[in-house]
């Protein structure tokens, strides 16, 4: 299957190719349990949770960088009141877009071949990826739009970890540059180029560091045998009965304990 722009968020695809947020949809992260079942109902198609005003507005902000908000308005008539005004978080999105676009620095990052599609073999499945700001041997940018780059997350028995490890955005960074690397033969450092919806919008251009992109690399290594396998049909998949769609589907047999509370099922 050839991957374009049309197809590439397709079921078809998603069955053919691993991504990493197929990836984290099986396997979690630190900030979101992963859940096999779930995973497994959205590549049958049979779950397609609606998308959050938040991811809405991050989507806002990047479709207006590739060129094509105009298409995503008219894809997206929700963002607009009855008097056809944007709603306040598409404002806000507004706000970001001006504040990015008067830093020349972090715009630099955002001046690369927009929404690269690039494929390749990587730990025994075919692995799809599609780059905000890709600058040919030079680098690779990720556009993150959020709520705070500073605040730091709690995560029993590790510690406070900041948001590019808590939401495993270190793995998106290992898949692209290796995925890049098997493509062109050149190995590109990874950057997320960071804005926040605050009432004064941050913005933040980090570099994720080989040592840490190294150490998600591993991560993805040692699990991707039980994903695939999952994938595959070859076992059957786990309940995290936690997510939406856990409680969707859920059917009750049996009364819980009391006790059973406090583990959250």
């Known amino acids: 299957m050839v991957l374009t722009a049309d ?3 397709s079921d078809e ?24 079942f779930a ?33 995503f308005k008219s894809r997206n008539p929700d963002i607009f009141t009855a008097k056809g005004e944007l709603k306040a978080p598409y404002k806000k999105a507004e706000e970001i877009i001006a504040r990015i676009e008067r830093d020349k620095y972090f715009m630099k990052y955002l001046s690369g071949e927009k929404q690269t599609i690039m494929t390749g073999d990587l730990f025994g499945c075919q692995w799809k990826i599609k780059m905000d700001s890709y600058i040919p041997g030079v680098a690779i940018v ?8 500073t605040d730091l997350k709690w995560v029993k028995d590790i510690g406070y970890l900041d948001f590019v490890r808590y939401w495993n955005y270190d793995i998106q960074g290992a898949i692209y540059q290796k995925i890049v690397e098997i493509n062109t033969g050149k190995k590109l450092p990874f950057f997320i180029a960071a804005v926040t919806k605050e009432t004064e919008p941050d913005i933040r251009i980090i570099h994720v560091t080989q040592n840490y992109l190294d150490e998600a690399l591993l991560i993805v290594e040692s699990n991707i045998n039980r994903v695939l396998m999952v994938k595959n049909g070859e076992v059957e998949p786990d309940r995290c009965d936690l997510c939406d769609c856990c409680k969707h589907n859920r059917i009750l047999r049996r009364p819980i304990s009391i006790m059973d509370l406090a583990f959250n099922v």
């Open 7 to 9: 197809n590439y968020y």
């Open 13 to 36: 695809a998603n069955r053919q190719y691993m991504s990493v947020s197929q990836f984290k949809d099986f396997n979690g992260t630190y900030g979101r349990i992963g859940c096999e």
């Open 39 to 71: 995973a497994m109902e959205k590549l049958a198609g049979r779950w397609n949770p609606e998308p959050s005003t938040a991811l809405l507005v991050g989507s806002y902000v990047d479709s207006y960088i590739e060129g094509t908000l105009d298409d």
């Open 142 to 149: 990720d556009l993150k739009v959020m709520s705070s780059i």
